[in-house]
């Protein structure tokens, strides 16, 4: 489980109060990450192959040691065939290192640049608005809190009616609370905290109107 149920019932909480001000509509989810990023270890092996290649044309002395492991010290000469083929093998055995290295999810995250991380967790988030809260609402006043635990990386996505209110840069406050406490290892006091700055947006351009209800579910989804 990625939150404790103090935590889950935390951000229900907030959600429940943030929403009493406002006609708007909070979903919050939480997911353990935002992609596998095998595709970042594959470049990262192929760039291994490539480096193995670079060095071979750069000093190809370095082949002699594994040449003269398989033919003996006997032979002084190495036939081009014989570099090709001992290039072959380096760059094979460099690229399955490297994948299996990098097999392991913590250094996988590690190597995966920062602009990749923040391009996949806004693309899931996107996705995940598409499926939980776009429309979903008769004003179009729905938002996401989305919240990637292993790229600690948060995204706030709204619907079309807020969206032509509420600058993007005006959920800073709530995204940079959200994060310092993923950070301190109070991920579940983060997204109340954030929920509740984005309760007092909500409520400044939508409040609550007489006839309103409760649209979408108030707990914290966690994929």
Known sequence: ??????????VGA????AEFGTAGEIVTIVATESDAY?????????LAMLLVLALLSAWPGAADPFYELV??????????????????ILVTVAFL?????LAWRPLRLALTPRTTKARR???????LFRASAERRTSGRTGVLLYLSLAERRAEIVADAAIHSRVAPE???????ALIAAVRDGRPGDGMAEAVTRIGAVLAEHFPRRA?????????????
């Open 71 to 88: 033919v003996g010290r006997w032979s002084l000469t190495m036939p081009p065939s014989a570099l090709l083929g001992i290039a072959l």
């Open 121 to 127: 967790v806004r693309r899931r988030a996107i996705a």
């Open 170 to 176: 005006i959920w800073g406050d709530a995204m940079i």
């Open 14 to 17: 907030a959600v429940t109060a």
């Open 97 to 101: 290192l490297v994948r299996v290295l």
């Open 38 to 46: 095998h595709d970042v270890a594959l470049h990262w092996a192929i």
């Open 1 to 10: 489980m990625l939150l404790s149920e103090t935590d889950r019932a935390t």
């Open 211 to 223: 006839d309103d209800i409760n649209e979408l579910p108030d707990r914290v989804i966690e994929l």
